[in-house]
């Protein structure tokens, strides 16, 4: 009996998903799914897998105390089988690599309407994989986008998820509670970019993330 989990923080988002989803069918013309559960947060989602293995779950990267990222590294670690498709409104250039090597089999980004998530999510209980074709070429990238994003791509899981947070306009305080860290420690993260990636104070973190489409 085929199951899905739905790893999301925002309740509307679990709900189209839950409505979307438990409508496909097989090639039987058969729910696609028996089952549908709904995390918030991603130490529910590990839960919930722990317990009762579902046989898709959809991450959403964004999350209360664990990133996505980090959950990803979870489900290694602990070696707990499930195929995860990403659902994120993270830019793809910058993540699908590290969603791979995290062992997700998809990539959908949020602002594709939800056919597109459809697909990965036959795709993977296909047995197959499904990430974008991302553009490689160089032409239209300055030098300096290039080197910047080197220094994003040697960024720890961590450092990019926190990065995230503060381009966004959350406050230390604001992370700490969000990723069950102290306030102290997001401070050191806080001065660590600012170092790692050259730049001057926070507003400048800001417009390095906007000219990296990272905001």
Do not use: W
Request: hydrophobic share 40%; net charge positive; charged share 25%.
């Amino acid at each position: 009996m085929s199951s899905l989990l739905i790893a999301d923080d925002h309740p509307v988002v679990r709900a189209a998903l839950k409505m979307v989803l438990g409508a496909l069918k097989d090639a039987n013309n058969r729910p696609l799914f028996q089952t549908i559960a709904q995390s918030s947060t991603a130490i529910d989602a590990l839960l919930a897998i722990r317990e009762h293995s579902p046989s898709l779950v959809v991450l959403d990267l964004q999350m209360p105390g664990l990133s996505g990222l980090e959950f990803l590294a979870r489900l290694q670690r602990e070696r707990l089988p499930s195929r995860i498709v990403v659902f994120t409104s993270h830019e793809p250039r910058f993540y699908v690599e590290r969603c791979m090597r995290g062992g997700a089999m998809g990539f959908v980004e949020k602002s594709n309407d939800l056919d597109e998530l459809c697909k990965a999510v036959k795709a993977l209980m296909s047995g197959y994989t499904y990430f974008p074709r991302l553009d490689t070429s160089s032409v239209n990238q300055s030098l300096l986008q290039m080197d910047e994003q080197k220094m994003i791509d040697r960024l720890s899981d961590r450092e990019l998820t926190i990065f995230q947070h503060l381009v966004r306009g959350s406050s230390n305080k604001e992370i700490a509670e969000r990723m069950h860290l102290s306030h102290k420690t997001v401070s050191t993260y806080k001065t660590r970019l600012i170092e790692k990636l050259n730049v001057k104070s926070l507003v400048h973190l800001r417009d390095f993330a906007q000219r990296n489409h990272l905001i």
